[in-house]
DNA sequence: CTGTATCCTTAAAGATACTG
DNA sequence: CAGTATCTTTAAGGATACAG
């Protein structure tokens, strides 16, 4: 059966990200008003979302904070809250990724600035803005872990 | 039914990235191999992911190219590709963002470098390292989008 | 330990029709 | 146009048992 756990035990914020926007439409929706498509009809049309799931995401979306609802009541607009906004970072490194895998070449997609420049590659980066190897990055339970997150993690990543 | 329809065929490289990793459950394990869990057990221990959805999803990232499959056949260790590790920015950056949003001041997972230092925000940023204002930016259909696509997001996107 | 093979359940997603 | 309300389907996810 489909019965999703929660993934916000897991004590991780991932987890929690993905228990808002984990599923395959989310994030569809969220580019959409990202690229600034705002009416209920036409992100239907734009992701192919049936019309009862799309009321359903933005309802939860609207809740999670990730969304606003303006306009009027009869035809609201939607838009990306500041928390929605937040988001554009992975959101854009999740596409890019796919430009790279995917698209080969030719990415359907550009992000550019008010300029027109075309949006860099997202990275991981020094302080100093230096790039990381990501091969050499340790994630490691941080201070919000408890002890028991801890010790099972040392369990679990044995070298 | 969740007959969700493949989304590759969005001619958009977010959609065709989510095709291979848009459930809940791969990103998760992507951060277990990004942390260094290798086992199929530790996997599933540290997810709470079950076995055959494990043993399934494993298969496709594996097939998808995100993953390798290291060590003697009856003891598979798994590890990020090259594929997958480039995906690690988006993925980082999806928990900041839970971090920030979740995790209320103490994240309970801190990514470093190999001098212990911690990994910035990932942010959307110039060429130069400036920051850039997300409500600012514009999605564009590229060079990748055929004429369809192109007429189709000026039907969609109505300001 | 790492799977594979069933079986079962359920909730998610689509289709459709209807309302304000 | 923006939903809501059903109805139906189905495949994903879990549990369990078994195999190499």
Same mark, same amino acid.
């Given at each position: 059966?489909?019965? +999703?756990?929660? #993934?916000?035990?897991?004590?991780?914020? /991932?987890?929690? $990200?993905?228990? %808002? !926007?984990?599923? &395959?439409?989310?994030?569809?929706?969220?580019?959409?008003?990202?690229?600034?498509?705002?009416?209920?009809?036409?992100?239907?049309?734009?992701?192919?979302?049936? +019309?009862?799931? #799309?009321?359903?995401?933005?309802?939860? /979306?609207?809740? $999670?904070?990730? %969304? !606003?609802?303006? &306009?009027?009541?009869?035809?609201?607009?939607?838009?990306?809250?500041?928390?929605?906004?937040?988001?554009?970072?992975?959101?854009?490194?999740?596409?890019?990724?796919?430009?790279?895998?995917?698209?080969?070449?030719?990415?359907?997609?550009?992000?550019?600035?008010?300029?027109?420049?075309?949006?860099?590659?997202?990275?991981?980066?020094?302080?100093?803005?230096?790039?990381?190897?990501?091969?050499?990055?340790?994630?490691?339970?941080?201070?919000?872990?408890?002890?028991?997150?801890?010790?099972?993690?040392?369990?679990?990543?044995?070298?």
């Amino acid at each position: 059966m489909p019965v +999703r756990k929660s #993934l916000a035990d897991l004590n991780c914020s /991932l987890a929690k $990200a993905l228990d %808002v !926007v984990g599923d &395959g439409w989310s994030m569809l929706i969220l580019r959409d008003l990202f690229i600034g498509v705002q009416r209920f009809q036409d992100i239907a049309n734009s992701t192919g979302v049936a +019309r009862n799931t #799309l009321t359903e995401r933005l309802n939860r /979306l609207v809740g $999670a904070g990730l %969304v !606003v609802r303006t &306009g009027t009541e009869h035809r609201p607009l939607y838009a990306l809250s500041d928390m929605g906004y937040d988001l554009m970072p992975a959101l854009v490194a999740m596409m890019q990724w796919g430009d790279r895998w995917y698209a080969d070449g030719k990415p359907p997609m550009v992000i550019e600035d008010h300029k027109g420049r075309e949006v860099p590659v997202v990275k991981l980066t020094t302080a100093k803005g230096k790039d990381l190897d990501l091969r050499k990055l340790a994630v490691k339970p941080g201070p919000g872990a408890e002890a028991m997150t801890k010790a099972w993690l040392d369990t679990v990543i044995r070298r």
